[in-house]
């Protein structure tokens, strides 16, 4: 029986949301994507009257970290937005049809959807000896992406692993893992890159896509800027202490007891681009640095070949350029090496104050759109 | 009557790819095969590595039972290099172990298992006021109304009536197997989605102590957290006021949602306690050191291996005794420089890939050759269980009194003899039982913590070792631990500061992996000899014993004919 598809607004009433929660929701949404304030109407126009967009989701070469990151997500409303709200025909993770009746489905919706569905990939694909090194009821990975992303609207590049490879890309890559957007094209990708991403940040891409009905403003590697456009070293709290030359020397010394800089023992925070700083993981309980160890730069292509993790970045490539253009950070003066590498697109660093501002924004607009209700 | 060739493909929501394939002759399966159909090659990735990064590598082995692999990790490193940890570094792996069990095991549960026993479809059909008696007949749970139940009710409803059945959608509702009355379906329904909310609660002990989850930060030689009651900037009174809540918290569900509704749907399915049993041995490694990883006899989880289901012995195991525990590859992806037949000890262990399986597409594999991405792991040649039942069975065999008055108890309290737990429910109750038990820990190992820095003692982390220019030429360790599906291990060999040989032994690979070279099976193959099938077009039955392994998944099954022509599929959630 054909029904109409009911709006995202009218799922959450379903579901014993109140308008009011729902207005909550859009404000929250609206902080994430960083929209003006005056964008939060469009998002109620949007959310009340589109209907719900066809989503397929693959798994690949992954460990499972992005599916569990997005159930993480700390709003339920978001939570329930992006399980129940989107059509989620095919998950292996999360939908009970699966097997040949999954694949009917997924087929189903690429046909009836053609061009229409959004496909979401979680997982990098093996190339090498003709791809058997990931099979699916038979088939390879590689087929069957290939297969997917030519009626897709968009494919979402979830996770390390289907941006960059991750850690199977890592040399010597003995399987041929490669990233989504060295397969397949002709279609627009978004790479969500993070070893998992943070949940509310993969919640945040799907709902940007769901209300605007377009690709949020990627970056030059085709990363959503909402998320990716500041160095998690810019957007961390114990950069002051990076500024006046107070770091941690060893693990648990007094000055770690301090909280101080990371950046001796081995952080990335400088050369990886992450929202870890200013959303904070698992609802903004913490983030690596705040618990004491340093930025892995779980976000950055072949980040698991520029270790070891714990050593000193000044031999790190793309260091360069940050101490050349903050003209910062004593210890690092020394550091003088070249090569401009991984991170050609490297911002120009803000000023703290004007991050803090930033960030006072977006809550001032939350609070009040919430007075405003 | 001809047996039916059951392919099922993917098994999924593992690190990898699961295909089981069955034969069903006679109402009954006769013979499994078990297959792992992706591989990533983690061990030549970590060669020439530093090991004190090891942990981050193999962590992303698994992103559901997150933290295991880095927690083997790190104590393999420090074996080798002779670590010994700080006490509170050593209770903080604890908490973490703990709240990763109870994450990990109540999301089995409900949102993996239960809907091989729950029919959903019939909660429409209950009662709420009769709902709501027995919930508050069986638990203190405040969330038990017939209002409650009524309007959960109400939303299934119009769920169902909307045609949209996501993520419930094509069960196998209705089915003939499925026992329970729609009162304890709806119950069933609802805490179904009362897990899904709490899960993502406990594991913000992972970000208090680890900075994220999935995927915390572990280190070699203690933890990364530092202990500073005075600063904003380490674990304080407000971060260990977090963790006591949140532990707190996780006690309260445990005890009111999970193991009430465990009990109150096994009497339902008690023959199942004597379906599924498989194997007769089963190896823990143990874990939840209580003075310290060194100091074995004082595991909460008791280490050893049961043989034949005599819980009167307890067998001794012993990680680096080369003869004890050996991978073969016979009937695996792989070649060994020494032939396909022999053994390898972990240390020993050899990783070089040889696919001989079918030209994909293919409907079938050819089982009686090499058919799985897994290697074949053996302890003393012979194969193991490994698991929550495991657990449970080698502490009740050591003599772990509060393990023994939990199972002594349940089983009379649900009218079941002892021979009940070597099964397919024995599983499913013994995973709930060490729940309990977890759930108690934590708040012990909690209030250590609180009580050594009471009385002074911050220490996270043991720097002397850290200066890989103190560490001998070469070095050889072992780091043991329980993941929430079983014994895991890894193995390091270390020469000149880098890693010269890793190997995982996972325990997806004791009881998943494929036939031996004698021809034995492993764990899964084992368990699902003599299930019965009703219904050959949807044999939940298979789905009931494999997901009572913990394999993680959302299991979807095709089925075949002999001649490969697709007969139905099977889905379940």
């Known amino acids: ?373 | 009557m001809m047996a039916n060739r059951i392919v099922i493909d993917p098994i999924t929501r593992i690190e990898g790819h699961l295909r089981i394939e069955v034969q069903v002759q006679n109402g009954k399966v006769v013979d499994a095969y078990s297959s792992g159909t992706m591989v990533r090659g983690f061990e030549l990735i970590l060669k020439g590595r530093d090991p004190r990064d090891a942990w981050a590598f193999t962590e992303r082995a698994c992103g559901v039972c997150t933290t295991v692999h880095a927690l083997a990790s790190v104590r393999t490193v420090e074996d080798a290099l002779g670590i010994v940890i700080p006490p509170n570094a050593e209770l903080v792996r604890n908490l973490m172990f703990c709240a990763q069990y109870m994450q990990d095991h109540v999301v089995h549960f409900y949102h993996l298992h239960a809907l091989d026993w729950v029919d959903i479809v019939s909660a429409l059909k209950a009662n709420p006021n009769e709902t709501s008696r027995i919930a508050q007949s069986i638990s203190n749970y405040p969330k038990s109304s017939p209002k409650y139940f009524s309007d959960l009710q109400k939303k299934l409803t119009a769920f169902v009536n909307s045609g949209q059945l996501g993520i419930f959608a094509n069960g196998y509702w209705g089915h003939s197997a499925y026992k329970l009355p729609p009162e304890v379906n709806l119950i069933g329904v609802a805490h179904y989605l009362e897990a899904l909310e709490w899960q993502k609660e406990i594991v913000k002990i992972h970000t208090i102590f680890g900075g994220k989850n999935p995927h915390p930060n572990y280190l070699v030689g203690g933890a990364p957290c530092s202990v500073n009651i005075d600063d904003a900037n380490a674990i304080n009174a407000e971060r260990l006021a977090y963790v006591g809540t949140l532990l707190k918290e996780a006690k309260t569900f445990i005890e009111q949602v999970y193991i009430p509704d465990l009990l109150a749907v096994a009497p339902y399915y008690l023959d199942w306690g004597g379906i599924g049993g498989g194997l007769e041995n089963y190896l823990v490694y143990g874990d939840l050191p209580t003075n310290g990883y060194g100091d074995v006899g004082k595991f909460k989880f008791p280490r050893g291996a049961i043989l034949g289901r005599d819980l009167s012995k307890v067998h001794e195991v012993d990680g680096k005794d080369i003869k004890q525990i050996q991978e073969y590859i016979s009937h695996s992806w792989y070649e060994y420089s020494d032939g396909n037949e022999t053994g390898k000890h972990p240390w020993d262990g050899e990783t070089k890939f040889n696919y001989t399986g079918p030209k994909p597409p293919y409907d079938f594999l050819n089982v009686k050759e090499k058919y799985s991405w897994l290697k074949t792991p053996r302890w003393n040649g012979k194969a193991m269980e490994v698991g929550p039942l495991a657990r449970v069975l080698v502490a009740y065999a050591s003599g772990s009194k509060e393990v023994q008055e939990l199972v002594n108890g349940t089983l009379k309290a649900l009218k079941v003899p002892v021979g009940a737990l070597f099964s397919t429910l024995g599983r499913t109750a013994a995973r709930g039982l060490e729940t309990i038990l977890i759930s108690q820990w934590a708040m012990e190992f909690y209030d250590q913590l609180i009580s050594h820095i009471k009385n002074g003692d911050s220490r996270m982390f043991d720097n002397s070792k850290w200066d890989p220019s103190t560490w001998p030429k070469e070095a050889k360790g072992v780091g043991m631990t329980e993941a929430p599906r079983g014994a895991l291990a890894h193995w390091i060999v270390i020469k000149d500061e880098k890693i010269d040989n890793y190997q995982l032994v996972v325990p997806s690979t004791w009881n998943a992996s494929p036939r031996d070279p004698s021809g034995g099976m492993s764990a899964y193959e084992s368990s699902l000899i003599g299930t019965p099938i009703a219904d050959p077009e949807k044999p939940l039955e298979v789905l009931r014993t494999i997901h009572s392994f913990d394999p993680c998944i959302a299991c979807a099954v095709h089925l075949y004919d002999e001649k490969g022509t697709y007969v139905h599929q099977v889905q379940t959630f």
């Open chain 1, 1 to 373: 029986m054909e029904q109409k598809p009911l709006t995202i607004y009218e799922n959450m009433e379903l579901n014993g949301y109140s308008r009011r929660d729902f207005l909550k929701f859009c404000s929250w949404l609206a902080a994430y994507i960083g929209i003006e304030s005056s964008g939060v109407g469009k998002i109620v126009k949007a959310m009340e009257t589109k209907p719900r967009l066809p989503v397929v989701w693959f798994h690949f070469q992954e460990c499972t970290c992005c599916s569990e990151s997005f159930i993480r997500s700390s709003h339920p409303i978001v939570s329930d937005i992006v399980l129940d709200k989107i059509s989620l025909d095919y998950t292996e993770t999360l939908q009970a049809a699966a097997g040949h009746q999954a694949e009917e489905v997924l087929h189903n919706t690429m046909k009836k959807y053609k061009g229409e569905y959004l496909m979401l990939v979680e997982g990098s694909v093996p190339t090498e000896d003709d791809g058997i090194y990931c099979c699916i009821g038979g088939r390879t990975a590689l087929d069957i992406v290939q297969e997917a992303a030519a009626g897709a609207k968009a494919v979402v590049a979830w996770g390390s692993c289907a941006s960059n490879g991750c850690i199977q890309a890592a040399k010597p890559n003995p399987t041929g893992a490669t990233p989504i957007k060295n397969i397949i094209s002709g279609v627009p990708i978004i790479n969500v890159p993070g070893c998992p991403p943070i949940g509310e940040v993969m919640a945040g891409t799907i709902v940007h896509l769901l209300a605007f009905d377009r690709i949020p403003q990627l970056d030059g590697l085709g990363r959503p800027k909402a998320f990716y456009s500041r160095r998690v070293h810019d957007t961390c709290y114990r950069r002051p202490n990076y500024d006046a030359g107070l770091f941690v020397e060893s693990f648990d010394d007094e000055n770690a007891k301090r909280g101080y800089c990371l950046y001796k023992v081995g952080c990335r925070g400088p050369v990886t681009y992450n929202a870890c700083g200013v959303m904070r993981w698992n609802d903004g309980v913490s983030y690596p640095i705040q618990s004491g160890h340093g930025c892995i730069g779980c976000s950055e292509a072949n980040f698991w070949d520029n270790g070891p993790f714990y050593q000193h970045l000044s031999s790190f490539p793309g260091f360069g350029i940050e101490t050349t253009a903050d003209d910062i950070g004593v210890i690092v003066g020394a550091a003088t090496v070249a090569g401009m590498a991984a991170h050609a697109i490297s911002t120009n660093i803000r000023k703290r104050s004007q991050i803090r501002e930033g960030i006072k924004e977006s809550i001032e607009e939350v609070n009040n759109d919430k007075g405003g209700e």
